[in-house]
């Protein structure tokens, strides 16, 4: 005969060591002694951190390791929320000579992972015409989460002449898929527009604002001066190509070497300034003064597309590798990498490493060596540094593991 005291003291063990088992199950990888830089919610240490079911289980010191399926060795390594590229072109199909189902465009998968990144946001390619081919044949078919800034042209970057037609510039219907599309759709582009009329510029602010959603605003707008474009732009709005120097638009620094005091008034009134690296969107007569003045960007948008990816750009660690070669502290650059960007696209879900969040992470190794960076003139600064993804999870899932750290080491 038990007395009740030992049914319970019993029960109390089964319970417990239930409790144990499950915990055991729950962790599916277990990454350990990396430093995790989590700026979100403050973390700068070395730190254990436990991926179960796809989502951010526990960061702490010393997770027990009989609690995981798997473990990997982050020594040496930072451990950061994946990385966030907020100006992309993936609107990948066979159409010729345009980026909206054409071969411009790339294929996420193909580029993201490599480069540490999880999620990005293509900038722009489609429109309300096109946006639900653009989500059926690439958004749905990717592991990277592709989020989508809509042109206000109806049917994005599909040729020129297409994209001056403001009679495809229709505010009800963008307003409507933005709507039908919440989830994925994080704003509204205007970009490649090139007669005086504000017109575009003004129906792509009014869909923003009945959506409550950042404007991007890609430039490749001659008639408009930058004066004008940052004086429409509100705060939370996002500029790109930050750092071009061509005919285009005017330079955020000038002849003398100063960056222009409208842009830090601009700035200072809440405007985001993104890289958007792309071909043509990042000199170093530009990029290093600003970075000097304080003048530095919110985000690494990369404008990744095929003229971009073999040319000065490379890929968005690269870009950061540039950054910290051209003097912009490590944990700076990083919080550049995930955390500003989810922020800019009012996506405070994305881009930590909160309990609870999916298990979008990219361990990053810096290597130190002779390494050459190119702008788009063509000029090379030399760096010792370069940022590498040793591992990325998308939703706890190795994706890409560069040296095989969750591998078996193969005996014969
Ligand atoms: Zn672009």
Known sequence: MFSGKAVKRALALFLFSAFGALQAQQIDLLIQNGHVFDPKNKLDTILDVAIANGKIYQVANHIAVKNAKKTVDATGMYVCPGLIDIH?????????????????????????????????????????RNFQKFKKQVIDQSKTRVLAFL?????????????????????????????????????????????????????????????????????????????????????????????????????VVDTTGNVLPMVFEARKKGILFDVGH?????????????????FWPNTFGTDLHRFSMNAGMKDMLNVMSKYLNM???????????????????????????????DADIVLLSVKEGKFGYVDAAGNRINGNRKLEAELTLRAGKVVWDLNGLTATLFQR
């Open 278 to 294: 792309g071909g043509a969107g990042f000199w170093f007569n530009q990029a290093i003064p600003a970075l000097e003045q304080g």
């Open 327 to 357: 003097g912009m502290p490590l944990k700076e650059v990083l919080l550049r990498g995930s955390w500003n960007p989810a922020k800019a696209i009012q996506r405070e879900d994305l881009g930590s490493l909160s309990i609870g969040a």
């Open 88 to 128: 992309t072109h993936v609107f990948v199909g066979s159409t010729p000579g345009v980026f909206a189902d054409g071969i411009y465009s790339l294929s996420p998968d193909d580029f993201t992972f490599r480069a540490g990144i999880t999620t990005v946001v293509d900038a722009g390619t489609s429109g309300w």
């Open 151 to 251: 042109n206000i042209a109806g049917w994005g970057m599909t040729g020129d002449s297409l994209q001056q037609d403001v009679s495809t510039m229709d505010v009800r219907k963008a307003i409507g898929m933005v709507e039908k599309h919440p989830d994925v759709i994080v704003g509204m582009k205007i970009g490649h527009f090139e007669k005086k009329t504000w017109e575009p510029f003004e129906r792509a602010l009014q869909v923003v604002s009945d959506t409550d959603r950042p404007l991007f605003v890609e430039c490749h707008l001659p008639q408009y001066s930058l004066e004008d474009q940052l004086d429409r732009m509100r705060p939370g709005d996002i500029i790109t190509h930050s750092f071009e120097n061509i005919s285009e638009r005017r330079p």
